[in-house]
């Protein structure tokens, strides 16, 4: 096993060769085997332990044996102890899921501050197949069916092409000490039952069963990049960036074959997990959304439009006094200054006259009820009405902010001016008020 773990750094990972590692150890066989390998390779590592107190004595222990093996290598050593329990509460998570993240959290932690290049884990080939089939009871999109990867960024598994059997007989053979966790002979953990009572039929039907399941996952993961190379030739049809995040063509999306699982391919990373009503999307009414954690997608006339989900800002309102030149809020920055004539009149620049205006000027928020005299109009409009007429979006009626002289608009901010501050020949004194 060490002249295949050598082969296989040479001819998969030769970077680690010249590279700073952290090593993930938990003083089990698999981490430990790992860290003797990697030092009879010669690579440069440091050892990294997390106590996850989950144990009582025996994570200390475990702890203290990762410090000793540390010692023998004569390699450095970091530790960390977590109340794990109380994360998993606090973030409403299982166990299992929390000592994941505060794992790898910490690992990134250390990573940065000490400048390592690559963090090594020791997961292995009966690790893949239980994450397979953990992933294929709780229902997963096809990724979740490729497997364990064995270089994920910065995290590096070298030892995903040995089973647990080999790495035991390796580890008996040099004589390796290790500890066992108590908690690996329980069923209460979904892996541990699979582990313990599915993966053993599997193997009684079909002795070579890690070598099937990793030539069915290679066809996987062949599969997924003749997918992606599709997405990545459909995605300028149909996607396209704005101010608010992107919008895709839902005309385009309802020609192509299975337009589901395009949906699913181009936005599988935003969060979304409720698929179908994702689909429905397309024969919504307008205004309909289907929110993730971190996103909202939004039915809007032709559109989908995908933005942010932002947590709503507690101040709506500024003022701008006489004499202030500038004014900075969150759709820019709002200057105006006295000129002696006009030029033309854009989308983000309006002239108005002083004798019209009432210091302090109010910047807000559009409210329900707002009315407003469109310039080059007669009559008073509401601005639901001018949304509606000028087939704003959601995101767009979200962000429009208005200028106010007392109670009254000056201005739909990027849009329309109001005819009731229009500039007339007999005005001299002018202000040039425009937004960047």
């Known amino acids: 096993m060490e002249k295949e773990f050598k082969n296989l750094i040479k001819s998969e990972f030769p970077f680690l060769g010249n590279s700073k590692l952290l090593l993930a150890v938990s003083g089990g066989v698999d981490s430990v085997v790992l860290a003797r390998l990697c030092h ?111 270089n994920n960024n910065n995290v590096i598994r070298p030892l995903l092409n040995f089973t647990r059997k080999e790495i035991e007989n390796f580890a008996r053979e040099r004589k390796y000490q290790w500890r066992e966790d108590s908690s690996n002979a329980s069923d209460k953990y979904m892996r541990n039952k699979i582990r313990h009572h599915i993966i053993p039929v599997m193997e009684e039907i079909n002795p070579n069963l890690l070598e099937s399941f990793g030539n069915t996952q290679q066809h996987l993961r062949e599969s997924l990049d003749l997918v992606e190379d599709y997405i990545s030739l459909l995605y300028p049809k149909v996607v396209e960036k704005n101010e608010f995040g992107y919008s895709l063509d839902i005309e385009f999306l309802k020609k192509v074959p299975n337009p589901k699982q395009i949906l699913y391919q181009l936005l599988k990373s935003f969060g979304f997990t409720e698929w179908n009503d994702v689909y429905n999307l397309l024969e919504a009414q307008s205004g309909k959304v289907v929110y993730s954690d971190s996103h909202r997608l939004i039915k809007d006339r032709h559109k989908l439009l995908l933005t942010e989900r932002k947590e709503k800002s507690t101040r709506n309102e500024y003022h701008l006094k006489e004499g202030e030149d500038f004014m900075m809020f969150p759709l820019g920055t709002l200057y105006i200054g006295k000129v002696s004539k006009m030029a033309k009149v854009t989308r983000n620049c309006i002239y108005v006259p002083k004798s019209k205006l009432s210091f302090p000027l109010v910047i807000r928020k559009w409210k329900k009820g707002d009315y407003f005299y469109p310039f080059g109009m007669k009559g008073k409009k509401k601005l639901s009405s001018f949304f509606k007429d000028e087939k704003f979006s959601l995101p767009e009626k979200e962000n429009t902010w208005l200028l106010l002289s007392g109670e009254e608009i000056v201005w739909v901010m990027n849009h329309r001016a109001d005819d009731r501050f229009a500039v007339e020949k007999k005005d001299t004194d002018i202000y040039k008020i425009y937004i960047t």
């Open 40 to 150: 009879d390779a010669r690579l440069e590592f440091s050892i990294a332990h997390c106590n996850f107190n989950l144990r009582g004595e025996e994570s200390d222990e475990d702890e203290r044996f990762v410090v000793d093996l540390a010692d023998a290598l004569e390699v450095e050593v970091f530790t960390e102890s977590f109340d794990t329990k109380k994360y998993a509460e606090e973030h409403k998570i299982s166990v299992q899921m929390a000592a994941r993240d505060l794992r790898y959290e910490w690992f990134d932690e250390l990573s940065k501050s000490l400048y390592f290049d690559y963090i090594l884990s020791a997961h292995h080939a009966n690790d893949n197949i239980e994450t397979f089939l953990i992933n294929l009871i709780r229902g997963t999109g096809p990724e979740g069916l490729t497997g364990i990867k064995a």
